[in-house]
């Protein structure tokens, strides 16, 4: 039969998602644990793209549910900069919500625009910085086994976060590399349900780019109107 795994507390600390949990339960439930978290958070995942094409605030609440649960998923696989990236969702998808809630002197809602072109450099100074700083802390004091991948999605998701909460439709198309590169990384290290989603993310992102340009068009005309 099998034994649950213990851990002498004087002489290993828990150092993973496992290791802290082992003291608690055997190794088979944790796996089961861990795989229906990350069917849960592909769940709210779909939630949130449908509710982000739509561009309702509610995908803001769904923001803050799918962080959760994948700082757990993300730090068992090794995830580490998604990890922190996701207390970083958290943190700035109850500004996002903020600002979405904000009305303008007309009443309208926040509308949908295009990045300006003068936010274009400082954007990409802060993804260039952002990624720099994030690979160092990974390949110094982490047994990452992506640093360079995991650095790159995180510093070009902190932009994009950004970007949708100001409503601007380019961040669909940061996005969309995000997705791209994050499917190939989580295929590369087993998280095959959460794969699939970032492949759906990625035709999706070019979906709702069109749509958001077509909002804009339909937002402009009725002020028209």
């Given at each position: ?26 190794y088979e ?93 400082p954007l ?102």
């Open positions: 039969p099998h034994i649950r795994q213990k851990i002498d507390l004087n002489h290993h600390r828990p150092r993973t998602v496992h290791d802290f949990f082992a003291i608690f339960v055997t439930l944790f796996i089961t644990i861990m795989f229906w978290l990350e069917i849960a958070g592909v769940a709210v995942g779909l939630i949130y793209l449908w509710l982000e094409y739509r561009a309702s605030v509610w995908l803001w609440l769904a923001n803050i549910i799918m962080p959760a649960i994948y700082i757990f998923v993300y730090a068992d696989a090794g995830f580490y900069a998604d990890m922190g990236i996701n207390v970083y969702y958290l943190v700035a998808s109850l500004y996002g919500w903020a600002v979405w809630l904000r009305r303008g002197d007309d009443g309208r809602e926040l509308p949908i625009t295009h990045t300006p072109r003068r936010m274009i450099a990409v100074g802060v993804a260039a910085a952002a990624m720099g700083i994030i690979a160092f802390i990974l390949i110094n004091y982490t047994d990452s086994t992506v640093p360079y991948g995991d650095s790159f999605t995180t510093a070009l998701s902190i932009v994009a976060l950004y970007m949708l909460a100001q409503k601007q439709v380019e961040q669909w198309l940061v996005w969309l590399v995000v997705d791209v590169v994050c499917c190939a990384l989580y295929l590369y290290k087993g998280l095959y349900p959460t794969a699939a989603l970032y492949g759906l993310y990625t035709v999706l992102a070019w979906v709702g780019y069109r749509r958001w340009l077509k909002m804009i068009d339909e937002n402009e005309a009725s002020r028209t109107a």
